[in-house]
């Protein structure tokens, strides 16, 4: 995509300090911003289209916590058959509107079998199972050529998610996402081995926004709705991770808002 494209689009947003991607069916988590207005992705240059169901394609923008945001409602995911720089470009997007923090939401399998279905998980760290990355090709104007991930998740934003699930009694785990290609799920060998690799959850997104984000400079958090656990004979459907995450919304809410409190 070119330059050109992505000044356009960061100049649609405006100026913002946070972005926030809200994962599969999760679009109700916005209701808790102070949004003025949707922009629908065809109005943002550059924007890939979402296609798959549970994600509407609208760009919120508002204020949220005393922040300026752009949360995405919906993504795009390699599966797609997209590049992972292609849906790591709403990350660009926002870095170039002024954003300082990243917010990833997304729907996730647990691999953890202490883990129930309908849980929140903030993610630790990430485990890159896609074999790719969103900084393939020569790097983007003020973007790390080798960044950084001893911290991807600034442990300052998750300690104010797990501040806030304990004020209103939220159960929050936190463990280590998997990323995978999709779209797929899990055969029972994968999950074993994911498991063995030290993964808590697994999905199908996030890793290449949060590597982008690291590769610019934004602090980032991530939480994971735990929509369904890997147990032993266990298996999923796309509509199950749609009912699940509905239920998370709420209190998703709560600790997206503590995190952009704490935010830069
Ligand atoms: N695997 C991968 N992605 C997912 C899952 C899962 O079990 N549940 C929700 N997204």
Sequence with gaps: MSEDALAAAALRLGAIDAAVILGS????????ARVREKVPIDDIAGMPRPRVAGHPGFV???????????????????????????????????????????????????????FSPGELMLIADHLNFTNSSPLLGAPAPNETRFPD?????????????RAEAQRRGITLREGIYCGVLGPAYETPAEVRFYRSAGGDAVG?????????????????????VITNVWHAGASTTHEEVLARVAGAVEPLSYLVEAILTAAD
């Design 204 to 224: 199908m997104s996030t890793v290449p926004e949060v590597i982008q984000a690291r590769a610019l400079g934004l602090e980032v958090a991530g939480i994971s």
């Design 25 to 32: 069916g999760l679009g109700a988590v916005v209701a808790r």
């Design 60 to 114: 919120a923008l508002g204020e949220w916590s005393g922040k300026r945001v752009a949360i995405f409602m919906g993504r795009v995911h390699a599966y797609e058959d997209y590049t992972q720089r292609e849906v790591a470009y709403p990350v660009r997007v926002a870095a170039a509107a002024g954003a300082r923090t990243l917010v990833v939401t997304n729907a996730a399998g647990g691999l953890n079998e202490t």
């Design 149 to 161: 991930l001893t911290e991807a998740y600034a442990s300052r934003l998750r300690a104010a998610a």
